[in-house]
């Protein structure tokens, strides 16, 4: 049974940090590409950050510079270092793994960030 499991959000001020993880079971983590994703109440989910299982990242526009992803594949499990975090930021933010170079994914279930002015 695959798992992955979100911890780190919370109630941050604005310019704080949080830092989110995200433990994975059931599944070969180093074949997987990890990412994270947010959903903010009325609108879409967006991609946030993603590494590779040979750990090239890339980021949304919106975060670069301020988040940080990175993975542990002895652990089996994927962060993101938030900083200069903005009211903007709050959000659910959802762990994602998707096998490479196939279409199987899977979802965590999700941690709030709010993040307050």
């Known amino acids: 049974q695959v798992q992955l499991v979100e911890s780190g959000g919370g109630l941050v001020q604005a310019g704080g940090s949080l830092r989110l993880s995200c433990a994975a079971s059931?599944?070969?983590?180093?074949?997987?590409?990890m990412a994270w994703y947010r959903q903010a109440p009325g609108k879409q989910r967006e991609l946030v950050a993603r590494i590779t299982s040979s750990g090239s990242t890339n980021y949304s526009d919106s975060v670069k510079g301020r988040f940080t992803i990175s993975r542990d594949n002895a652990k089996n499990t994927v962060y993101l270092q938030m900083n200069s975090l903005k009211p903007e930021d709050t959000a659910v933010y959802y762990c994602?793994?998707?096998?490479?170079?196939?279409?199987?994914?899977?979802w965590g279930q999700g941690t709030q960030v709010t993040v307050s002015s």
């Open positions: 059931g599944i070969i983590f180093d074949m997987y590409n």
């Open positions: 994602h793994a998707q096998k490479y170079y196939t279409t199987t994914y899977y």
